[in-house]
Protein backbone atom coordinates (compact mmCIF):
# COMPACT_ATOMS: atom_id res chain seq x y z
CA UNK A 1 0.00 0.00 0.00
CA UNK A 2 1.12 3.34 -0.92
CA UNK A 3 0.22 6.49 1.02
CA UNK A 4 -0.13 9.59 -0.81
CA UNK A 5 -0.24 13.11 0.68
CA UNK A 6 0.15 16.44 -0.99
CA UNK A 7 0.47 20.25 -0.47
CA UNK A 8 1.35 23.45 -2.19
CA UNK A 9 -1.84 24.61 -3.17
CA UNK A 10 -3.02 27.80 -2.81
CA UNK A 11 -4.48 31.49 -4.13
CA UNK A 12 -2.26 33.03 -7.03
CA UNK A 13 -2.85 35.19 -10.06
CA UNK A 14 -2.82 34.59 -13.23
CA UNK A 15 0.63 34.40 -14.52
CA UNK A 16 1.92 33.23 -11.10
CA UNK A 17 3.61 29.92 -10.47
CA UNK A 18 3.31 27.23 -7.75
CA UNK A 19 4.50 24.23 -6.69
CA UNK A 20 2.91 21.21 -5.69
CA UNK A 21 4.27 18.27 -3.33
CA UNK A 22 3.42 14.58 -3.42
CA UNK A 23 4.73 13.08 -0.79
CA UNK A 24 4.69 8.87 -0.41
CA UNK A 25 4.92 6.27 2.14
CA UNK A 26 4.44 2.67 2.05
CA UNK A 27 6.05 0.50 -0.24
CA UNK A 28 8.95 1.54 -3.07
CA UNK A 29 8.29 4.46 -4.28
CA UNK A 30 11.03 4.11 -6.84
CA UNK A 31 8.52 1.31 -8.22
CA UNK A 32 5.73 3.51 -8.80
CA UNK A 33 4.81 5.66 -11.75
CA UNK A 34 3.38 9.23 -10.41
CA UNK A 35 0.79 11.24 -11.68
CA UNK A 36 -1.26 14.28 -11.35
CA UNK A 37 -5.23 14.50 -12.12
CA UNK A 38 -6.65 17.94 -11.13
CA UNK A 39 -10.98 18.29 -10.84
CA UNK A 40 -12.70 21.78 -11.18
CA UNK A 41 -16.10 22.42 -10.20
CA UNK A 42 -18.52 21.07 -11.98
CA UNK A 43 -16.19 19.08 -14.25
CA UNK A 44 -15.00 15.37 -14.53
CA UNK A 45 -11.02 14.36 -13.33
CA UNK A 46 -8.55 15.20 -16.00
CA UNK A 47 -4.96 13.93 -16.44
CA UNK A 48 -2.36 16.26 -16.06
CA UNK A 49 1.04 14.89 -15.85
CA UNK A 50 3.04 11.45 -15.34
CA UNK A 51 6.19 10.55 -14.67
CA UNK A 52 7.83 7.10 -15.17
CA UNK A 53 9.41 4.88 -12.33
CA UNK A 54 12.70 5.48 -13.33
CA UNK A 55 12.01 9.55 -14.40
CA UNK A 56 13.26 9.06 -17.61
CA UNK A 57 9.71 9.45 -19.59
CA UNK A 58 7.32 12.08 -18.87
CA UNK A 59 3.85 12.64 -20.49
CA UNK A 60 1.43 15.86 -20.51
CA UNK A 61 -2.02 17.02 -21.18
CA UNK A 62 -1.72 19.31 -24.18
CA UNK A 63 -3.60 21.84 -21.87
CA UNK A 64 -0.46 22.39 -19.57
CA UNK A 65 2.20 21.49 -21.67
CA UNK A 66 5.35 24.08 -22.05
CA UNK A 67 3.78 25.36 -18.52
CA UNK A 68 4.20 22.86 -16.03
CA UNK A 69 6.76 20.19 -14.98
CA UNK A 70 6.73 16.98 -13.20
CA UNK A 71 9.64 15.35 -11.10
CA UNK A 72 10.66 13.08 -8.86
CA UNK A 73 12.58 12.83 -5.93
CA UNK A 74 12.67 9.15 -4.89
CA UNK A 75 15.17 10.28 -1.82
CA UNK A 76 12.94 11.97 -0.90
CA UNK A 77 10.06 9.65 -1.62
CA UNK A 78 8.34 12.37 -3.35
CA UNK A 79 6.80 13.99 -6.52
CA UNK A 80 6.66 17.35 -7.71
CA UNK A 81 4.39 19.62 -10.16
CA UNK A 82 5.92 23.22 -11.37
CA UNK A 83 3.07 25.05 -12.43
CA UNK A 84 4.12 28.40 -13.92
CA UNK A 85 2.03 30.92 -16.28
CA UNK A 86 -1.09 29.56 -14.39
CA UNK A 87 -4.52 30.93 -15.90
CA UNK A 88 -7.84 30.92 -14.50
CA UNK A 89 -8.75 27.58 -15.69
CA UNK A 90 -6.42 26.00 -14.22
CA UNK A 91 -8.29 26.47 -10.64
CA UNK A 92 -9.13 22.88 -9.62
CA UNK A 93 -8.21 20.59 -6.88
CA UNK A 94 -5.14 18.66 -7.82
CA UNK A 95 -4.57 15.57 -6.86
CA UNK A 96 -1.50 12.91 -7.01
CA UNK A 97 -1.49 9.18 -7.80
CA UNK A 98 0.86 6.18 -8.02
CA UNK A 99 0.69 3.18 -10.01
CA UNK A 100 2.99 0.53 -10.83
CA UNK A 101 6.37 1.73 -13.27
CA UNK A 102 4.78 3.04 -16.14
CA UNK A 103 2.91 5.71 -17.66
CA UNK A 104 -0.70 6.20 -17.97
CA UNK A 105 -3.23 8.98 -18.49
CA UNK A 106 -6.60 7.31 -17.52
CA UNK A 107 -7.05 7.39 -13.66
CA UNK A 108 -8.59 3.93 -13.38
CA UNK A 109 -4.96 3.02 -13.93
CA UNK A 110 -3.93 4.33 -10.99
CA UNK A 111 -4.05 2.10 -7.62
CA UNK A 112 -3.56 5.12 -5.09
CA UNK A 113 -4.32 8.45 -4.32
CA UNK A 114 -3.65 11.40 -2.19
CA UNK A 115 -6.43 13.34 -1.01
CA UNK A 116 -5.58 16.48 -2.99
CA UNK A 117 -4.85 20.30 -2.93
CA UNK A 118 -6.60 23.32 -3.99
CA UNK A 119 -5.04 25.60 -6.71
CA UNK A 120 -6.80 28.66 -7.18
CA UNK A 121 -5.93 31.27 -10.17
CA UNK A 122 -7.50 34.68 -9.64
CA UNK A 123 -7.66 37.10 -13.06
Known amino acids: QVQLVESGGGLVQAGGSLRLTCVAS????????IGWFRQAPGKGREFVAV????????YYADSVKGRFTISRDDAKNTGYLQMNSLKPEDTAIYYC????????????????WGQGTQVTVSI
Open 97 to 112: AARPFNIASNGPDYDH
Open 26 to 33: GRTFSNYA
Open 51 to 58: INWSGRTT
